[in-house]
Nanobody, 115 residues
């Protein structure tokens, strides 16, 4: 299984971006897929996730600004981010965890919120 994240870029405060994570390979069984981010000088933090049952979780800082979704036909998940703030700046990573404990990471995509 490989994950390919894309969609990052430079955006002004209040702007929007949509991140995509394309999954190559077949996922068998239960799993959770989602996004982490690493702000400059800080450790990774979870952003949002969705499991195979459709349950969604968001970090507290999301505050209704982000939406995670999946397109099973395209094997892709998305993170629609709106009302972006300076503190949303960071490298965003796609992460897949299988119920058997296997853990997959994609290369990150840089999100920079700056005026």
């Amino acid at each position: 299984v490989q994950l390919q994240a894309s969609g990052g870029g430079l955006v002004q405060p209040g702007g929007s971006l949509r991140l995509s994570c394309a999954v190559s390979g077949t996922i068998f069984g239960g799993h959770t897929i989602g996004w982490y981010r690493q702000p400059p000088g800080k450790y990774y933090e979870p952003v949002a996730s969705i499991d195979n049952g459709g349950d969604i979780k968001y970090a507290g800082f999301v505050e209704g600004r982000f939406t995670i979704s999946r397109d099973s036909a395209k094997n892709t998940i998305y993170l629609q981010m709106s009302s972006l703030k300076f503190e949303d700046t960071g490298v965003y990573y796609c992460n897949l965890v299988l119920d058997n404990g296997s853990d997959y990471w994609g290369k990150g995509t840089q999100v920079t919120v700056s005026s």
